[in-house]
C-alpha cells in the first residue's frame, strides 16, 4: 500500500512564457485535455495506495484545490510550503504525516510535472522499488537513456541487488556533451529521474543522520502545524529555520542503502520546449502543433497558440509561443538557454514572468481582458454554489453584465437575482457581495472604473475562505 507523495512546486520558468511563476508547468494541459499535475495524479489509479499528499507553495493552494477537484482526488492532502526548501525538507514533511497518520506503506515520491506514457512498464518498475524498499533500501529510478543528454542528471549503477535493480556508485551533476557521449557508450548510467520508492522511517533516520537540523525543523513544523480550510500549513517560522536541499545532496548521495531500479518507460521531464516538442505527436514534417496554426513549407517547428491564429512560412527548428500578453520566437535546440532570457526580463521588472492574464481564486477564475489608466475589463467565472467575499472599494465602482448562469447579488442590506443579458451597478465605497446559487458556472463580465484599479484595494468583511 504506497502512499503517493506528489510534488507540485516550481518557479514556471522553462516553459516561458506559457508557464509563469503565478502558474508553473505543472498546472498546464501541455500534453492532453490535462495538466500535468492531473496526469500524475491519474497515475495513480488502480495503484494500491492511499490517498495522495500534495505538497505545493502557499501561493498556489487554489489552483492546486481545483485541479485535485477536477482529478477527483478524493481524500487527498494538500500540504502548502511557505517557501520551497527544496526536495529533502518536503518529502520529510510527507514522511512524519505518513507515521503520525499510520500509513505503514512505502513513499512512493512523483514530481508532478513529468511524462510517462507507459504506464504497464512503469508500473512493474514500481514492483521491483517496493520490494527493494522492504528490504530497508531508498530507491531511485534511473531512466534507461536513449542519446546523450546533458540537460539531465545521471546515476551509475553498481552491482546487482538480485533481479529488482542496483547498487547505486554515485550521482552526477549535468555532463557535457563528451561526458554524456561517454556514459551512453559505457551503458551503466541512467537519467536521474527524480522519483522515489522509500520507506518512511528509513528515509527519516537517514536524514536525521546527515542533516539533522533539516529534520527537527521539519519536526518542529509538523508539529504546529494548523488546518486551514482544506489545506494543511505546517508552522512557517519552523520550517524556514530548515537548511534548503534536495533529496540526492542531503541523503541519496551519503547513504549506503541507496538503490536504483531502471525505468524504460518513455520518461520525460518536460524541462524544456524542445523536450516537450519530443513528447508530443507531429506531423509528416516533424511540426508539433497546438492551437490555431498553420504551416507551410517548415519543418521541425514546436508551435503553441494560446488566443490567436499563428501562422508559420518557410522556417526551420524553431519554438513559437503565442500568449495573450507575450510571444516567444527561439531555436528549439536552445531551449535550455529559455531561464537566461527570463532572468533578463524580470531584471527589468516585467510582469510577464511572473503573472498570467487568467488568475485563479477559491470560487472560480477571472482573466483580465482590458487594462487602461482607470478602467479594466474582467472576464469572471464562478464555480455553482461559491461566493466571494463581502467586501468594498474605496477608489472603484464595477458594473457586472451576467453572459451566462444567474448571479446573486447582495447590495449593502438588499439581496436580488440578475439574470443572462441583465446588469446591475457597485458604486465606490457600498459593501457588495457576489455568489452563484445556480448549478452551473456562473459567467459575467466586469467593468471596473476608477481612480485606482489595483487587487489590494479590496476590503473583505466576510470570507468563507478565510482570506485577510
Known amino acids: 500500500m504506497f502512499t503517493p507523495v506528489i510534488l507540485a512546486g516550481g518557479d514556471g520558468v522553462r516553459l516561458w512564457p506559457l508557464s509563469r511563476r503565478q502558474r508553473p508547468k505543472q498546472f498546464l494541459s501541455l500534453l492532453d485535455e490535462r495538466s500535468l499535475l492531473g496526469q500524475t495524479l491519474a497515475r495513480l489509479e488502480g495503484l494500491e495506495a492511499t490517498p495522495p499528499i500534495v505538497i505545493c507553495h502557499e501561493a498556489h493552494r487554489f489552483l492546486a484545490a481545483e485541479q485535485l477537484r477536477r482529478a477527483g482526488a478524493v481524500g487527498a492532502t494538500l500540504l502548502l510550503e511557505p517557501e520551497g526548501r527544496g526536495t529533502a525538507p518536503a518529502i520529510a514533511l510527507a514522511a512524519l504525516l505518513a507515521e503520525a497518520e499510520g500509513r505503514d506503506g512505502p513513499l512512493l515520491v512523483l514530481p508532478s510535472d513529468h511524462h510517462l506514457p507507459d504506464e504497464a512498464a512503469f508500473r512493474s518498475a514500481l514492483g521491483a522499488a517496493a520490494r527493494l524498499a522492504g528490504q530497508g533500501r531508498l530507491v531511485t529510478f534511473g531512466v534507461v537513456p536513449i542519446r546523450a543528454e546533458t540537460g539531465y542528471g545521471y546515476i551509475r549503477a553498481g552491482e546487482p541487488l538480485g533481479e529488482a535493480g542496483f547498487s547505486v556508485v554515485r550521482f552526477v551533476e549535468k555532463p557535457d556533451a563528451a561526458t554524456a557521449e561517454a556514459f551512453l557508450v559505457a551503458g551503466d548510467h541512467y537519467w536521474n529521474s527524480g522519483i ?273
Not at 350 to 356: A, F, G, L, P, Q
Not at 421 to 443: A, D, M, Q, Y
Open 196 to 468: 522515489f520508492v522509500l520507506p518512511a522511517g528509513g528515509y527519516l533516520a537517514a536524514l536525521g543522520a546527515f542533516e539533522p537540523a533539516m529534520l527537527d525543523a521539519c519536526r518542529r513544523a509538523m508539529a504546529g502545524a494548523a488546518t486551514d480550510l482544506d489545506f494543511l500549513r505546517p508552522a512557517p517560522d519552523a520550517f524556514l529555520a530548515s537548511p534548503a536541499g534536495s533529496i540526492d545532496v542531503a541523503v541519496m548521495e551519503r547513504t549506503e542503502a541507496a538503490a536504483m531500479v531502471p525505468l524504460a518507460a518513455g520518461w520525460s521531464d518536460i524541462g524544456s520546449w524542445q523536450a516537450l516538442w519530443e513528447a508530443l505527436p507531429r506531423d509528416a514534417d516533424d511540426n508539433a502543433l497546438r492551437g490555431d496554426v498553420v504551416c507551410a513549407a517548415s519543418h521541425g517547428l514546436m508551435v503553441h497558440a494560446e488566443s490567436r491564429l499563428v501562422a508559420a512560412l518557410g522556417v526551420e527548428d524553431l519554438v513559437i509561443v503565442e500568449t495573450d500578453d507575450a510571444v516567444l520566437v527561439a531555436d528549439r535546440t536552445r531551449a535550455q538557454a529559455l531561464r537566461g532570457l527570463v532572468a533578463r526580463l524580470e531584471e527589468q521588472g516585467r510582469d510577464e514572468t511572473r503573472r498570467t492574464t487568467t488568475v485563479f481564486r477559491p470560487w472560480g477564475h477571472y482573466q483580465s481582458l482590458d487594462v487602461g489608466p482607470r478602467h479594466q475589463v474582467k472576464h469572471i467565472t464562478v464555480r455553482p454554489g461559491a461566493r466571494l467575499s463581502r467586501q468594498l472599494h474605496h477608489h472603484r465602482a464595477e458594473h457586472w453584465v451576467v453572459v451566462s448562469g444567474t448571479a446573486r447579488v447582495t447590495l449593502d442590506d438588499e439581496t436580488y437575482l440578475i439574470g443572462e443579458n441583465e446588469s446591475t451597478f457597485i458604486p465606490v465605497g457600498r459593501v457588495h457581495c457576489l455568489e452563484n446559487p445556480g448549478s452551473v458556472s456562473l459567467e459575467l463580465i466586469e467593468v471596473q472604473s476608477g481612480s485606482y484599479l489595483g487587487e489590494d484595494d479590496i476590503v473583505r468583511l466576510d470570507d468563507r475562505y478565510g482570506r485577510e
